[in-house]
């Protein structure tokens, strides 16, 4: 009967650890907003293009942001890139001006 509940036990307590792990990594997920106005570098992988410009969050905000592409993009090419607090970048995603903040907007100089 003890194992039972040891194992009960220890099985609510990994649930819980697991699922609070999981939703802390969505909320610390930052958008940053970029410009592209250079040229990628190519990579040694084959296919593979890495940018590594100025990015803002949504409040104006600055940091350098790194993702990797199988195309590059065209100057002036504004994108949503995804951003987690351990560096990851998710795909990154073509935007209109308008779908920018004013804080960013002026920041580009858009």
């Given at each position: 009967?003890?194992m039972?509940?040891?194992?009960?036990?220890?099985?609510?307590?990994?649930?819980?650890m697991?699922?609070?792990c999981g939703?802390?990594?969505?909320?610390?997920?930052k958008?940053?907003?970029?410009?592209?106005d250079?040229e990628p570098?190519?990579?040694?992988n084959?296919g593979?293009y890495v940018?590594?410009?100025?990015g803002?969050?949504?409040?104006?905000?600055?940091?350098?942001?790194?993702?990797?592409v199988?195309e590059p993009?065209?100057?002036g090419?504004?994108?949503?890139?995804?951003?987690?607090?351990?560096?990851y970048?998710?795909d990154?995603?073509?935007?209109e001006a308008?779908?920018?903040s004013?804080?960013?907007?002026?920041?580009?100089n858009?």
């Amino acid at each position: 009967m003890k194992m039972i509940k040891a194992f009960a036990i220890f099985s609510c307590l990994a649930t819980f650890m697991l699922v609070g792990c999981g939703k802390k990594e969505v909320i610390i997920e930052k958008d940053y907003y970029v410009q592209i106005d250079e040229e990628p570098e190519q990579t040694n992988n084959e296919g593979q293009y890495v940018y590594n410009i100025k990015g803002f969050e949504g409040n104006g905000n600055e940091k350098v942001v790194y993702f990797y592409v199988e195309e590059p993009y065209e100057i002036g090419t504004l994108l949503r890139v995804p951003r987690s607090i351990e560096g990851y970048t998710g795909d990154p995603e073509v935007i209109e001006a308008d779908d920018l903040s004013k804080e960013v907007k002026e920041k580009l100089n858009l």
